[in-house]
């Protein structure tokens, strides 16, 4: 039986491969955030999966916050224009934050999320994020936590989506239309 993404997704990086950058992840984060409150802001909705899994691998006591951005309106190119559609539900003032991050293509949305968070007055900020393509970036952005650096290939599955679907998809596939 064909399973229903077959004829739409290639798989780029497998689940297991995934799931041991995570664990690899969690335990650098642990190490780095020793006697640290730490907050994680899961940027919505693509990096839900991630988030969760990191949360899991991460051995601290730690707060979850999440943040709705979009910069993609529906299409597999970012517009440019960053809009929060979903805020966090806590003052940010004095914490440690850790923006987790599906994808970083063009920075732009990142700068953008660095920018709004810096203004609350955290502690700290820092970024971890599951993919990187670098090919497409138009803002420097330094990510403190690396899952991967990919090629500029359009992905889904693992959060990652193409009208709102495959993001149930327990790998990392290159979507085989663009």
């Avoid at 991630?50 to 951005?69: K, M, N, S, Y």
């Avoid at 990142?110 to 993919?131: G, Q």
């Avoid at 990919?150 to 989506?161: N, Q, S």
């Avoid at 993001?167 to 990392?172: C, H, K, Q």
Wanted: hydrophobic share 40%; proline share 3%.
């Amino acid at each position: 039986m064909t399973t229903f993404h077959e004829k739409d997704v290639g798989v780029l990086i497998s689940e297991e491969a995934v799931q041991a950058r995570v664990k690899e992840l969690g335990a650098q984060i642990t190490r780095d955030y020793q006697g640290k409150e730490l907050t994680l802001i899961c940027v919505l909705k693509g990096s839900a999966f991630f988030a969760i899994d990191l949360a899991r691998a991460i051995d601290l006591p730690l707060t979850l916050e999440f943040l709705g951005v979009s910069s993609y309106h529906g299409g597999t190119e970012s517009t440019g224009e960053v809009r929060i559609t979903t805020d966090v539900s806590k003052p940010m003032a004095g914490k440690h934050l850790l923006i987790i991050e599906d994808i970083i293509d063009t920075g732009l949305t990142m700068s953008f999320l660095l920018e709004n968070l810096r203004a609350r007055h955290p502690a700290s900020v820092k970024i971890c994020s599951l993919l990187e393509k670098p090919a497409r970036a138009k803002a420097k952005v330094d990510i403190d936590y690396k899952g991967f650096v990919i090629e500029d290939k359009f992905v889904v599955g693992y959060g990652l989506d193409y009208g709102e679907k495959y993001r149930n998809l327990p790998f990392i596939g290159i979507w085989k239309h663009v």
